[in-house]
């Protein structure tokens, strides 16, 4: 069964939200790795915001099934970008039997867009994971 999300966030909230709450918010939901690669940029790091969303609705889980960080953007050097799923999504992805997810992300001055798609043999309409399962 094919499983998708979909997300679109202003970029200008993603600025607000950083210049608020400063590093705190950015080690809150953002990886290391993304971080560097983001360097405070706002439309980068609107686009992983997006595509963190995007990857929890197609797990099923939404954004109080994993952790942010749980979920990681990737990018080498002229490749694409992909996810790593880590903890309680690698669960969900296990549990859901979804071996792979496929990324695009896209930013205009205003908005930042991503969209995933899978492939799932259980579908993603299983319970959740119980909250204490690590």
């Given at each position: 069964?094919?499983i998708?999300?979909v ?12 210049l608020a ?8 939901i ?17 686009s ?55 990324l ?12 995933v ?18």
């Amino acid at each position: 069964m094919l499983i998708t999300g979909v997300d679109i966030i202003e970029i200008d909230r993603i600025r607000r939200v950083a210049l608020a709450y400063g590093t705190r918010f950015l080690v809150r939901i953002y990886t290391k790795e993304e971080r560097q690669y983001c360097r405070g940029r706002p439309p980068q790091l609107a686009s992983r915001f997006a595509a963190k969303e995007a990857v929890m609705k197609a797990l099923g889980t939404g954004i109080r099934g994993v952790g942010w960080k749980d979920i990681e953007i990737r990018r080498q050097r002229g490749q694409a970008p992909y996810i790593e799923l880590h903890g309680r999504a690698r669960l969900r992805a296990d549990q859901i039997g979804l071996d792979h997810l496929a990324l695009s992300l896209s930013h205009s001055r205003d908005f930042a867009v991503a969209s995933v798609i899978g492939e799932s043999k259980n579908g993603n309409l299983l319970p959740r994971l119980s909250r204490t399962k690590k």
